[in-house]
């Protein structure tokens, strides 16, 4: 046998049901503050375009994600504690 790699956003026990109990794995998490900032870098280099794709998908739900503009106006560490 050799090694295998799964990536995945999923949290481990998603898996749980599928994987071999006599298997050996090992689950690398990440720290939610770094997550956390990576998807604001994700909002501030977003573009009009982006915003409308994420704001006016059908289905959506909850309110609509707000310009990273208008959030560092308002103060960052208020949207902080949004999220």
Known sequence: ??????????????????????????????DGRDAF?????????????WYAAMNESPGRV?????HYSDVVANGLPVWFDQW
């Open 37 to 49: 900032m990576s998807l604001a870098n994700h909002f501030e280099k977003a573009n009009d375009n």
């Open 62 to 66: 909850g309110p609509p994600i707000p």
């Open 1 to 30: 046998t050799h090694p295998r790699f799964l990536k995945t956003h999923l949290p481990f026990d998603a898996y749980a049901p599928y994987l071999n109990p006599e298997g050996k794995y090992i689950y690398v998490g990440r």
